[in-house]
């Protein structure tokens, strides 16, 4: 039986019903198999893909080409489930035209069900234009990754009120341009709580808390693949990276030894052409 996909009136039901909504990123065709076999309501093809594929530092030199290989992939790996494009670096941030063509991109080529944005009130006139569109948009406030500089590096947002005060208004600015969905990324889990509470739309959370609609977590920090550094608010459920190592470590030995490959591991000549090869290799003896 075919999993039964997802879609964005769904999500504020379940925010109505108080049940939370599972996310994850994913970035190729198997892990987005795995996810769709788990039972994942949602998938994102987030721009973390240039620190967990390409071993970029930030996320600013994604390209759309780049997000656009990968969401295609995901999409055939997940064909029932509700997937995200994450809008890279200055694919937005120019105007309202390149936002709107940047996100139509997302859809026309790659099958996304929604479009993710950073930033805030600085940003509405683009939310807007892309829902003008007909185009799901998810928003993101908080800490930022595209803006870090600005925010003094990959810190917690929202810590002080008066910080909190502009989390507050960039979340309810973008619920009034019309945003799906709204996603906080390290942010104290008070101020994400009454965020929460206070939205009519889902509101996700990457490290702001168990107070939120659901959680998202970068898939190669949750299996352990991702080694430069763990955030905070990362919880581990594997350690893909020491069972990979140990299974290399494991294969050089074995070559080294010549334990592999063994006699089951080896193609033989159909029975019969034995003879016939001990007379052709004759002629170059």
Known sequence: MLKKKLMIQDFHRMKRDGEKISWITSYDYPTAQFAEASGMEMILVGDSLGMCVYGYESTVPV?????????EAVRRGAPNTFVMGDMPFMSYQKNDEDAVANAGRFLKESGMDAIKLEGGTRIISRIKAILDAGIVVCGHIGLTPQSSGQLGGHKAQGRTVESARLLLEDA?????AGAQLLLLEAVPPEVAGFITEKLSIPVLSIGAGPLCDG??????DLIGQ????????????ADVAEIITGAMKEYIKD????????????YHMIKGEEEKFKELIKEYN
């Not at 390209?63 to 969401?71: K, P, R």
Request: hydrophobic share 45%; aromatic share 14%.
């Open 255 to 266: 070559v080294k030894t010549v334990a592999f490959p063994a006699e089951e591991h080896c």
């Open 226 to 237: 991702f080694q430069a550094f763990t955030p905070k608010f990362v919880r581990k459920y």
């Open 63 to 71: 390209t759309m080409d780049q997000c656009i290989v990968h969401c």
């Open 215 to 220: 959680q998202l977590l970068i898939i190669s």
């Open 172 to 176: 309810f600015a973008i619920q009034e």
